[in-house]
């Protein structure tokens, strides 16, 4: 089984519809969760931390489910600017640095 | 503030040929990571590097090799490449903890032919 595993897509959602998708880890002793957006040929950035208790931020929303091993991120309202890899991002700790999953294609469609 | 830069843009190298790329961390951080990116396919950690020494390392042969200044900036080193060591290399900054959110460059796109 993968470290982290998502599913590529594409997810094809037109705009305004609320979109989801999960991420699921293999260690369970993983300590700190994230989401990063990569666009097209373009570098990764951070969208959000993950914590416990999940968190929102504007119209996205993280949530983490230790017991089953998996994170998730909710958009609300998509916008055609919400097109992009979302990446998923686990860390460990000891020896690794941050582990990426291939990333959910998510494509908006006017 | 000037971001992480990444030196050169693009690279063509052939199979054999060593190859450095270099990295300046976002000002005010310390930690530089390296990672890896092939088409398709996640960022694959590589090493990152604090105080000068690596402090942590991916699962990838020691013909890669690294190097952190005492400004904090990088370099990467990639020995007798190989036709699979094409792909994207991602240099990114953070300071404090291991897990500290990661400011990436715009990459390093090296071909090797």
Request: aromatic share 12%; with cysteine; glycine share 8%.
């Amino acid at each position: 089984r993968k470290e982290v595993e998502q599913d590529p897509g594409p997810f094809n959602v037109p705009e305004g519809a609320t979109v989801a998708f999960n991420c699921t880890y293999s260690n369970s002793a993983s300590q700190s969760f994230f989401w990063y957006r990569q666009d097209c040929r373009k570098e990764p950035k951070l969208l959000m931390s993950v914590y416990s208790s999940g968190n929102e931020d504007g119209r996205f929303t993280a949530q983490l489910n230790r017991a089953s091993q998996y994170i998730s991120l909710l958009i609300r309202d998509s916008k055609l600017s919400d097109s992009a890899t979302y990446l998923c991002v686990v860390f460990r700790g000891g020896a690794d640095g941050l582990t990426f999953g291939k990333g959910t294609h998510l494509i908006i469609q006017p | 503030d000037a971001g992480v830069t990444q030196s050169p843009t693009h690279l063509i190298k052939t199979r054999g040929q060593q190859v450095t790329l270099r990295c300046s961390p976002k000002s005010g951080h310390d930690t530089v990571s390296w990672y890896q990116q092939a088409l398709g396919q996640g960022p694959q950690f590589i090493f990152q590097y604090y105080e000068e020494e690596e402090r942590q390392r991916g699962n990838f042969p020691d013909r890669f090799s690294g190097h952190q200044f005492p400004n904090y900036s990088s370099e990467l080193n990639v020995n007798a490449l190989l036709l699979g060591d094409s792909a994207l290399y991602l240099c990114a900054s953070s300071s404090g903890r291991a897990d500290s959110p990661l400011h990436f460059g715009n990459g390093t796109r090296l071909t090797v032919t």
